[in-house]
């Protein structure tokens, strides 16, 4: 497996097979004479922000602060066990209720699209 290829940027879905985002980076894990493990699969925008460059990341935590966001940064890793085939998705054992996108879902359902009339329906 070639993991630039095979895994950054590719969807995500959880077990329901819910898209639950994109994976962002890798982070790899190294001990002493043995060779890189692959540890986690990171997402959201602040991990690729960063990998785009210092730049992006700095305008990222700019906007993060001016949304008041600032210490509630947080970047949502899968850990690598967690993955359980990788193909033209990355099929990963997660709710994706727990993912920063379901959160994200589910304050919208509550504070927005309810109160649109006829969305609860």
Do not use: Y
């Not at 994976?23 to 990998?51: H, K």
């Not at 940064?73 to 990355?90: L, N, S």
């Amino acid at each position: 497996m070639l993991l630039i290829r095979d895994v950054l940027d590719k969807q995500m879905v959880d077990k329901e097979q819910n898209r639950i985002g994109k994976a962002d980076g890798i982070v790899l894990s190294l001990s002493d004479g043995n060779a890189p493990e692959v540890a986690f699969i990171e997402m959201g925008s602040l991990t690729l922000s960063r990998r785009l460059g210092r730049r992006p990341h700095r305008w990222m935590l700019w906007i993060r602060r001016a949304a008041g966001a600032e210490g509630a940064a947080e970047i949502f890793r899968v850990p690598w066990a967690k993955v359980r085939d990788v193909g033209v998705d990355i099929e990963v054992d997660v709710d994706r209720r727990v993912t920063p996108l379901g959160r994200c879902q589910e304050w919208l359902e509550q504070h927005v699209i309810n109160r649109i009339p006829g969305g609860q329906s």
